[in-house]
Structures are given as structure tokens and as C-alpha cells.
């Protein structure tokens, strides 16, 4: 199980985990299913946009991935009996959300922004969790320069590794590729 939360609405959590999706489906010929454990709706509007249909039964699928709109930790068991190799969560803004199951996810990303205006959120929550037990989830970082990067890297000592930029979180380009191979 992997768990992607965002330290902020807005971060691009939903973007990155379509992206990890079809880079294990599409990619490495994995079955996968990405389940949405926020109040978001993203699922739903993906759903009308890429498939025509609304309100059809849980999983739908896009390309080779199964996504789950709506889902909670009811929905685990139901999920682990399909045989899936990866089950990705996607948690929305830690702010909001359920945070029980993130915790007990086997690989957890936490995306945050380096933009001035989403960078405190993304520390908050890095020295808050940090304090309290081992650093046990990997930090991705989007949006800001490389010099902002390593100034908040060296300042407080988060390492966070930046996703590379994709404009459609459908197509996996080889240098994502090699990013997802690096930090799985």
C-alpha cells in the first residue's frame, strides 16, 4: 500500500498519485487501483471527463488503472481480495482527512509546494512529525526553483526529492520514469 498527502490543498497530491498509477500500470505492467480518501470529488469529475459517465460502480477504470472514488477504510478489505499488486491512497491535504490509514500505508510521499505561500505548511508538518516519531515517509517537493529547493533543504533539513514536471499526469515521460524508479 502506498499513501500520497499533500501538505497542502493544491500541492498537486491528486496529480502525482495519477502519475504513479500509470507509471505502475502502464509502465511496469503492474495491476493497480488508486483509492481517493478526501472530499475532493476529483475522482468523480475524472470520471465524467475521461470515461463520459458519472455515478457508474466502484472501481472505474482510466487506461490500465483502477480508481476508486468516494473510498474510506471500509473499502481496504473489499479492495485487497481483488489481487491487486499496488493499492495506492490518496489522501488529500494532511490538513484535512484521514490520517490513521497514512500511517499504516507501507510506503508514504508527502507532496509539498516550495512557493512562497505553501512552503510553511510543508515545513509545519515535517518538524511536527518529525519530532513525534522517525521520519518514516518520503518528501517530494513541486513548484519552486531549485535554489528555493535547497535553501529549505539546508535551512531545515528536509530532504525533498522534486517531482519532475508533467502536464498530463497520464503519460509517463522517461524522466519521470526514471524518478519513480529512483524512489520506489
Given at each position: 500500500?502506498?499513501?500520497?498527502?499533500?501538505?497542502?490543498?493544491?500541492v498537486?497530491?491528486?496529480?502525482?498519485?495519477i502519475m504513479?498509477?500509470n507509471?505502475?500500470?502502464?509502465?511496469?505492467?503492474?495491476?493497480?487501483?488508486?483509492?481517493?480518501?478526501?472530499?475532493?470529488?476529483?475522482?468523480?469529475?475524472?470520471?465524467?471527463v475521461?470515461?463520459?459517465?458519472?455515478?457508474?460502480?466502484?472501481?472505474?477504470?482510466?487506461?490500465?488503472?483502477?480508481?476508486?472514488?468516494h473510498?474510506?477504510?471500509?473499502?481496504?478489505k473489499?479492495?485487497?481480495l481483488?489481487?491487486?499488486?499496488?493499492?495506492?491512497?490518496?489522501?488529500?491535504?494532511?490538513?484535512?482527512?484521514?490520517?490513521?490509514?497514512?500511517?499504516?500505508?507501507?510506503?508514504?510521499?508527502?507532496?509539498?509546494?516550495?512557493?512562497?505561500?505553501?512552503?510553511?505548511?510543508?515545513?509545519?508538518?515535517?518538524?511536527?512529525?518529525?519530532?513525534?516519531q522517525?521520519?518514516?515517509?518520503?518528501?517530494?517537493?513541486?513548484?519552486?526553483s531549485?535554489?528555493?529547493?535547497?535553501e529549505?533543504?539546508?535551512?531545515?533539513?528536509?530532504?525533498?526529492?522534486?517531482?519532475?514536471?508533467?502536464?498530463?499526469?497520464?503519460?509517463?515521460?522517461?524522466?519521470?520514469?526514471?524518478?519513480?524508479?529512483?524512489?520506489?
Open positions: 500500500m502506498i499513501g500520497i498527502a499533500g501538505s497542502n490543498v493544491g498537486g497530491c491528486t496529480h502525482f498519485s504513479l498509477a507509471y505502475l500500470t502502464g509502465y511496469l505492467r503492474r495491476k493497480a487501483i488508486l483509492l481517493e480518501f478526501n472530499e475532493s470529488g476529483d475522482f468523480e469529475r475524472l470520471e465524467q475521461c470515461t463520459g459517465q458519472t455515478g457508474r460502480k466502484n472501481p472505474y477504470r482510466i487506461l490500465d488503472a483502477d480508481y476508486y472514488k473510498a474510506g477504510p471500509e473499502n481496504i473489499e479492495v485487497l481483488e489481487g491487486y499488486d499496488d493499492i495506492l491512497i490518496d489522501f488529500g491535504s494532511v490538513k484535512d482527512g484521514e490520517h490513521e490509514s497514512y500511517w499504516r500505508c507501507d510506503k508514504k510521499f508527502l507532496v509539498g509546494s516550495l512557493t512562497e505561500w505553501q512552503q510553511e505548511s510543508f515545513r509545519e508538518f515535517e518538524m511536527e512529525k518529525r519530532a513525534k522517525k521520519k518514516s515517509w518520503q518528501s517530494l517537493a513541486v513548484f519552486g531549485e535554489e528555493t529547493r535547497r529549505f533543504s539546508r535551512r531545515y533539513r528536509i530532504n525533498a526529492e522534486r517531482i519532475p514536471f508533467s502536464a498530463d499526469a497520464f503519460s509517463v515521460t522517461e524522466e519521470c520514469g526514471e524518478f519513480f524508479k529512483r524512489i520506489l
